[in-house]
């Protein structure tokens, strides 16, 4: 494994993790997605750690998949299945799953498989000179990483068929108009404001704020009736958790509350 692809900084109730690959934007290979990998798992079995920040070294955030790792056998074409099932598909599904917020901070371009990470996670922050491309049709290829579920849904049908197949850049002030990210940021302020969020989020219930990303994910497919059943369900693990009756308490006596997390 290269050494030092990801880079991790534990703070106070958060960690930073950060692409490092800068000489490549930060493109990923085997070796990014192992270490990745590794560091999420790590952050998750951290009971200190309430909330992640993800971002780039450089001047990117990430510019996908590093291609020269893409091998062309004479005679033979290459199977890109391979790498989504054993990579990419399970590192969005985690992100998702994953049961600490998950701020990202897209520190410059963010192209082709790095956009959608970082539409994969909970919320986007970028700085004002950031970028994102969905760059697959320059090189034949299809929107991945869940690039396809999460256009439509962030910036409309209309918007999503022209971003995938045009390959333009969408800037940053663009994304944020459009519903695509949370916040623009100046590029200067942009760790700051990812590292305020950060200490905000870890202060948080971050059970139920996991258990609200569940629901919010699920809301794309239910009916209304699925709905409000799985929000019932989820609601009723949240009553039963300490941090509900820690908010009460601390709202009735007019201080601020310490969540501790857990169901």
Known sequence: MDKDVILTEIRDGYRV???????SLNSFNASV????????????????????????????????QDLSEVDFVPGQKPDLTVTLDRHYNPLIRRL??????????????????????????????????????QAFSKIALVPDCGGTWFLPRLAGSARARALAMLAEPVSAEQAESWGMIWKVVDDASLMAEAHRLAAHLAKQPTSALALTKQA??????????????????????????????????????KRAPRFVGGI
Request: aromatic share 4%.
């Open 17 to 23: 993790i950060t692409l490092n690959r800068p000489d």
């Open 33 to 64: 997605h192992a270490a990745l990998d590794k560091a999420l798992t790590e952050a998750e079995a951290d009971k200190t750690c309430r909330a992640l920040i993800l971002t780039g070294a450089g001047r990117g955030f990430c510019a996908g």
């Open 96 to 133: 998702r799953k994953l049961p600490l917020p998950i701020v990202c901070a897209v520190n410059g371009v963010a192209a082709g498989g790095g956009a959608n990470v970082a539409f994969a996670c909970d919320i986007v922050l970028a700085a004002r000179s950031a970028k994102f491309i």
């Open 216 to 253: 919010i994910d699920a809301s794309e497919t239910n009916t209304l009736d699925q709905q409000l059943d799985l929000e019932r369900d989820l609601q009723g693990q949240a009553g039963r958790a300490p941090d509900f009756a820690e908010g009460v308490t601390a709202f009735l006596e």
